[in-house]
């Protein structure tokens, strides 16, 4: 399985010929090349983590594409297959697990609302805005938040402590500096390697196989 880092939160995983995109965001660029998508997954309603505009280019692309999300999504969206934690659904060579429930806690006068991590071919874990561990799973490869309104540094390395992931690198990324993606990164490397992992440096457009 490949995995792609496009910007901010927007990953794109590849197998078998087929595409899962996750979280195309205001923040991220028009994605390109879909041949073959078979899924997209929206983790909560901000729209950091999706546009109407992406979502309908996807679709144009891909009439019928399954689109998975909370209730929030599907109440902003057509068409949505509303998932909970708990639930796991397949889309062509994907299987996908669904963790947590809620996204953390930015502020007291800010609502916190539902949020789902997704667990693909019991390989690669994306909390979304949460930090959700996945029980009882060996993560191989974990997409942590680096950088965001509701993340404190301490809270993402204890994050990646508790996922304890043979590999890491960092994603939701746009909101911090240079030096600053560089200092959140070189922490999470430190938390990675805390339990004998790898922490990768994934840029937007970088892309790592499994």
């Known amino acids: 399985m490949r995995i792609t880092k496009h910007e901010h939160a927007c990953l794109r995983l590849e197998a078998e010929g087929k ?68 639930d796991t659904v397949t889309a062509g060579p994907f299987t996908m697990t669904f963790h947590g429930g809620r996204h953390s806690v930015i502020h007291s006068s800010i609502p916190v609302i539902d949020n789902v991590g997704v667990l693909v071919n019991d390989a690669f874990y994306y909390p979304g805005d949460s930090y959700a561990v996945p029980a009882n799973t060996e993560v191989d490869l974990l997409a942590a938040p680096i950088g965001a309104p509701w993340l404190k540094i301490g809270d993402a390395i204890d994050f990646v402590l508790a996922v304890k992931p043979r590999r890491a690198f960092g994603t939701h990324d746009m909101t911090l500096s240079r030096v600053g993606l560089e200092m959140h990164r070189a922490r999470l490397a430190w938390a990675t390697e805390q339990n004998g992992g790898e922490f990768v440096t994934l840029d937007p457009g970088d892309s790592y196989e499994m």
Not at 39 to 65: C, F, Q, S, Y
Request: aromatic fraction near 2%.
């Open 19 to 86: 595409q899962l995109i996750i979280d195309p965001g205001s923040l991220t660029l028009p994605l390109s090349d879909l041949h073959g998508l078979a899924a997209i997954v929206i983790t909560h309603e901000h729209p950091d983590h999706w546009t109407p505009e992406h979502l309908e280019r996807l679709r144009r692309d891909a009439p019928g594409v399954p689109v998975y999300g909370t209730a929030g999504v599907a109440a902003s969206a057509p068409d949505v297959i509303v998932v909970s934690p708990g």
